[in-house]
């Protein structure tokens, strides 16, 4: 399974902004962002021209990082949303957001997205009852997904349900932290996605 590899601080540097690759490290004074908020690198404190192509690109690899997808695979999640009706960028992070490791973090059964992934790789996820432990598995309206039962108890999952007590719900998730379950009852709407995300520079980009 190909993974971004990339320590999460340093992705946050280079974007120049709080990715929260790292759940409530993030928010803490820990968090690298807060400790030196400029690139990575021997020349991150040094002048760059911002040209189009640079703020396109910025855009793209933004996106691919809070979502933990590499290129190859994001380059075909814009292929797909190309071909589906409506807007291209929206139909792009609709399918971002209902991939499976992303349903689990926005339902606060794991504290960060690269903590959702392990826990659908590691076989601890469920979907309509049946075992799915791959992280990019497309969900639809009416999916549930519940952690087994021998794994609700877990360390790390009751610090992501704690931790989700401070996160807002999204409106077309239902999510019951006692049973560890959420269920997608609609498609989500490009309003419900609050990310500092501007899509339409990579539709701009890709469309070169």
């Known amino acids: 399974m ?3 590899t990339d320590p999460s601080c340093k992705q946050c540097r280079r974007e120049g902004e709080k990715l929260f690759l790292k759940g409530p490290r993030c928010e803490s004074d820990k968090c690298a962002m807060e400790r030196r ?3 990575p690198g021997e020349h991150g404190r040094g002048r760059i021209k911002e040209t189009e192509y ?3 690109l910025r855009e793209k690899q933004k996106a691919k990082r809070i979502y933990g997808v590499l290129e190859r695979q994001f380059r075909r ?5 190309s071909r589906q009706q409506g807007i291209t960028g929206e139909n792009l992070l609709f399918l971002l957001e209902t991939r499976l490791d992303n349903v689990v973090y926005r339902g606060g059964l794991a504290t960060s997205r690269k903590d959702a992934r392990q826990l659908v790789r590691h076989g601890h996820v469920t979907v309509n009852g049946r075992k799915v432990n791959i992280p990019s598995y497309q969900l ?3 999916d549930v997904v519940e952690v087994k039962e021998k794994s609700k108890d877990a360390a790390r999952v009751l ?3 704690k931790y989700a007590e401070g996160r807002p719900v999204m409106s077309w998730l239902k999510v019951d932290h006692d049973k560890r379950r959420v269920e997608m009852t609609a498609q989500p709407k490009r309003e419900d996605i609050e990310l500092p995300i501007k899509e339409h520079l990579i539709v701009e980009l890709y469309s070169k």
């Open 37 to 39: 908020p400029y690139p």
């Open 54 to 56: 640079l703020l396109q």
């Open 159 to 161: 610090q992501a349900v």
């Open 140 to 142: 639809k309206v009416g």
């Open 2 to 4: 190909a993974r971004n």
């Open 77 to 81: 999640y814009y292929g797909k949303a």
